[in-house]
């Protein structure tokens, strides 16, 4: 697959401050890749590189194989949304999205087709002649992202285009978005968000950023069952991490001692150091809430340990339980609390040992939540190639065009 989007090696600084340090990822002609990271991780001023708003400090960017490091935002012919509904306050919906149409020069009848196949694409063809401060922020949007695809651009940058939404806006314009994918199958398209649940949605690949670097990329599905560094396993999915001591490795999995017992981590694990631990190193066992079941403190298959909090969730119950041999506390999420002992109470988990990976490391990184999504909170689990749920009927879009 050649690559539309490529950065090479790219820092960008802004004074002091580091804010991407020598990036280097490549989104495919039809690929969505969504870079998620904490707040202030750099991945805005990775987008900002490929529109062209910011100048790398070394690094090139490639698009189309073509160095455009030092092109400005116009020459680029890239379609940005970003999060705060950019529309010219003054101009109708329809002048908005002609916008950039205009500015090429296209005829009259050739801008009035694009704009309405564009607003038909988002459903607000029925808003050519409104002004923007007369719609909601969904519908704006919407408009907004009508005017980035308007220019029928090969690449497409989404700044957090929902986070200015409410969850429930947020939601049906998720859904939106994946049917538009469907609808743009040729255009390379870099999403940035905080927030798991929208990465798992809408990309084929997720790139994880951590301190203006990237920490690991690949397809969410292989991120999610075998993340490659514990701080992708605690950020996406939220994942428990138990640190131990490997005994052995073999076909079967991963012996260590985690918890005060021994157990297999027998999932499948992602290339790199945690594939062929030696024993007697230090490794992190990545233990999904979903995957602890409760069990008699003392059977002698589960963690022992005390029940420190419960809270519902609606479909599941959160156990906050700390081990007597392990971190101060894991997370387990059971669907009833039938069994479970009142807080202060001695308990056992007992792990599902098919889905536990080990990851390289010796201690659980400090991982700022993803939102949506506290550490070891359930998230969808990624299903690539899943059919995407049916577009839903309104949205809240801002939308630019770096021209
Ligand atoms: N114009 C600027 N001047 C100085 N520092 C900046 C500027 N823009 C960003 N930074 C700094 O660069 C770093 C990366 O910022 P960036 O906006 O790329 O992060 P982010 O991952 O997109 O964060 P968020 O999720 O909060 O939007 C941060 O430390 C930020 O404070």
């Known amino acids: 697959m050649s690559a539309v989007i490529r950065f090479d090696s790219v820092s960008v600084t802004y004074g002091a401050t580091t804010a991407l340090c020598d990036f280097t ?45 030092d092109e400005p935002p116009h020459r680029r012919g890239i379609g940005v949304v970003v999060q705060n509904y950019a529309l010219f306050p003054h101009m109708r919906v329809f002048d908005n999205v002609a916008f950039g149409l205009r500015a090429r020069r296209l005829p009259r009848a050739e801008i009035a087709e694009r704009v309405g196949e564009v607003l038909a694409m988002v459903g607000m063809d029925g808003y050519r002649d409104r002004m923007p401060g007369q719609l909601s922020g969904g519908q704006q949007q919407r408009v907004a992202i009508a005017r980035a695809l308007a220019i029928r651009p090969p690449v497409l940058l989404l700044d957090e285009p929902l986070s200015a939404l409410d969850a429930g806006l947020r939601q049906e314009l998720l859904g939106e978005l994946q049917a538009l994918r469907r609808e743009l199958p040729d255009v390379a398209i870099l999403y940035v968000t905080h927030d798991q649940n929208e990465a798992l949605a809408l990309a084929d690949r997720i790139a994880i950023m951590r301190d203006a670097a990237l920490v690991d990329a690949d397809t969410s599905d292989a991120l999610y069952r075998r993340p490659p560094s514990a701080f992708t396993a605690a950020f996406l999915g939220g994942a428990n991490l138990l640190p131990g001591t490997v005994l052995s490795a073999g076909p079967a999995g991963v012996r260590v001692r985690a918890g005060g017992r021994e157990i297999t981590a027998a999932g499948p694990v992602a290339s790199g ?130 021209a």
């Open 25 to 69: 990822l490549e989104v495919a002609r039809g690929e969505t890749v969504a870079l998620l990271g904490p707040s202030g991780s750099g991945k805005s001023t990775a987008l900002k590189a490929v529109a062209g708003f910011v100048r790398p400090s070394s690094g090139r960017v490639l698009l189309d194989g073509r160095d455009v490091t």
């Open 273 to 402: 150091p945690a594939a062929s631990p030696s024993a007697g190193e230090p490794a992190l066992v990545c233990v999904r809430p979903h995957a602890l079941r409760t069990a008699p403190h003392d059977a002698p298959d589960a963690l022992p340990g005390v029940l420190t909090g419960t809270q519902w969730r609606g479909a599941s119950y959160r156990l906050t339980v700390r081990l007597d041999d392990g971190p101060e506390s894991v997370v387990a999420d059971v669907p009833t609390l039938e069994g479970t002992p009142a807080p202060g109470g001695r308990i056992g988990l007992r792990v599902d040992e098919a889905v536990l990976v080990p990851v390289p490391g010796d201690s659980p990184p400090a991982v700022p939540a993803s939102r949506d999504s506290a550490p070891g909170a359930p998230v969808p689990d990624p299903a690539p190639g899943a059919p995407a749920p049916a577009a839903p009927a309104a949205g809240d879009s801002a939308s630019g065009e770096a």
